[in-house]
């Protein structure tokens, strides 16, 4: 019957320090190497918001939907069926050819409605404000 460490010493196992011939030492571990995820940016999450019966959200995965960016746009779904009404993008995102287009799109980070006015106000990760008339989808930037 395995004692209840075993783990611990599997681990102790994997990770051990491997001798060279030149004498130096090297730590050889089974952890991956998460430079790569980490340098990868998380793109923010705005909180959706709901007004008549109809859901405002950040659209994920734009760019394989048709639009030439993956920030800065928009859905408009049915809270009763989840019926997509229809999407929208907001600005445009001018890119830097030499950098990777992941590392350049600019996400919305913050959605909130203005009953009175019927429009959904957004800010970007850049600090830029929109208004979005919810009758004709107009767009204003704010200044």
């Known amino acids: 019957m395995p004692h209840r460490a075993s783990g611990w010493w599997i681990g102790v196992a994997v ?23 980490s ?3 998380r793109a923010p999450t705005a909180k959706p918001v ?8 950040q659209l994920r995965g734009a760019r394989a939907r048709g639009f030439e ?3 800065g746009v928009i859905a408009a779904i049915e809270v009763k069926g989840g019926k997509e009404l229809w999407t929208l993008q907001v600005y445009k995102t001018e890119y830097d050819q030499h950098e990777e287009r992941d590392a350049q799109d ?3 980070e913050e959605m909130r409605i203005d009953a009175k006015a019927n ?20 767009i204003t930037q704010k200044r």
């Open 39 to 41: 340098s990868k940016r």
């Open 119 to 138: 429009a959904l106000i957004l800010r970007d990760e850049r600090g830029r404000s929109f208004s979005i008339n919810l009758k004709d989808r107009s």
């Open 50 to 57: 709901v007004h008549q019966g109809i859901r405002y959200e």
């Open 106 to 108: 600019v996400y919305i």
């Open 15 to 37: 990770t051990a320090l491997v001798a060279l011939g030149s004498g130096v030492l090297v730590l050889a571990s089974n952890q991956k190497e998460s430079s790569m995820e």
């Open 69 to 71: 960016q993956n920030g």
